[in-house]
């Protein structure tokens, strides 16, 4: 990938939705040795009363499924930059079975990660009939809503799909240097302002209880494009005074990074099914969902099961990532790494 500073980029995570709609080389099916495997390490652990946090990788002999995974890592940061794996019979396990499997699979790929200020490193995605609208504490994973092109937070987001829903919840994915490539082809004059610093509202989940974070939504580092974007989020900021507002050319930048997402031939939309898992790199990929509807009986509501992770064959990243909420917690352990070696 050249600097992005003059022209287009290229690469395998340059794609888009047209070109993988008749490709199903960015799915992988688990087979029956896996399967024969995760059912060998539940016999070894103890699953009743446990929580996944309790175990580390150590406590998971998973070797078919390890090599996979190493494969599933350089997928990520040297490849497309995401993967969609199925055939985990979730039907077969408990609600806690499945947690331990989907935590024994996500060290595999990484470092499981907090999720929010609590310290949480798994999250249920369901709807849990509260509104973002007008509070801090509530996310919109936790509803129905449709979720807009963002990123999540590590160098990677991985979800276990373990019920659908009646209708909707359609998976999207967009390729970020293909962003930087239509917007470099339809509005050049406005890269250099995507490479600005930008204000997004932290929503109460900063570490250090920041209420509004400055970062660029295109950043170069070391010859790699990583994106942070979040349209909600840039808009929400704008309730805070001290908050300057969006200039007209910034507007107009986030304007077409969400008209680019949501075209119809760059954007790659997907269903998951149960035993699915979708698994991406965050700062090559953004992700998206529809707005769903769910059954009326609350034991068959869509519920899926989210980790984010550090990944050990991770970016350098660039220095304003050290101050976000997202990104953290990866560039300190590469940081640390790199200080320790």
């Not at 930087?180 to 610093?197: A, F, G, H, K, T």
């Not at 068959?300 to 550090?310: D, F, K, S, V």
Request: net charge neutral.
């Amino acid at each position: 990938m050249n600097n992005g500073m003059k022209g287009a980029l290229s690469g395998p995570e340059i794609w888009t939705g047209a070109q993988l709609a008749d490709r199903h080389d960015w799915i992988e099916s688990l087979e029956p040795q896996d399967i024969a495997e995760i059912d060998a390490m539940l016999g070894t652990v103890r699953t009743e009363g446990a929580e996944p946090g309790d175990f580390t990788a150590d406590d998971f002999f998973l070797p078919r499924l390890k090599r996979r995974f190493e494969a599933v890592q350089r997928q990520l940061e040297e490849g497309r930059g995401f993967l969609l794996i199925r055939g985990l019979p979730v039907e077969r396990y408990t609600l806690q079975e499945n947690r331990i499997i989907f935590w024994a699979l996500a060290q595999l790929a990484g470092q499981p990660q907090a999720q929010d200020r609590l310290g949480s490193r798994m999250h249920s995605v369901t709807n849990t009939n509260l509104r973002v609208e007008g509070s801090d504490e509530v996310r919109s994973y936790q509803t129905d809503d449709e979720l807009t092109f963002h990123n999540d937070g590590g160098d990677a987001f991985m979800l276990l799909c373990l019920k659908t829903a009646q209708s909707g919840g359609m998976s999207k994915l967009v390729s970020v240097g293909t962003i930087y490539n239509e917007v470099l082809r339809r509005r050049p004059d406005l890269i250099d302002v995507l490479q600005q610093p930008f204000h997004f509202d932290a929503r109460g989940q900063h570490p250090s209880g920041l209420k509004v974070q400055s970062v660029p939504i295109f950043n170069f580092f070391q010859g790699k494009l990583s994106a942070l974007y979040k349209r909600r989020y840039l808009l929400a900021a704008q309730r805070f005074d001290d908050v300057p507002r969006l200039s007209q050319v910034q507007q107009q930048a986030i304007d077409l990074v969400e008209q680019i997402c949501n075209d119809p031939t760059i954007q790659l939309g997907f269903y998951m099914k149960p035993g699915d898992i979708q698994i991406a790199n965050n700062y090559s990929v953004l992700h998206a969902r529809t707005k769903y509807e769910d059954f009326s009986d609350p034991q068959a509501r869509r519920h899926l099961l989210r980790i984010w992770l550090t990944l050990p064959n991770g970016r350098a990243l660039p220095p304003v990532f050290a101050q976000t909420r997202e990104f953290g917690t990866s560039y300190q352990s590469r940081h640390a790494s790199a200080a320790q070696a």
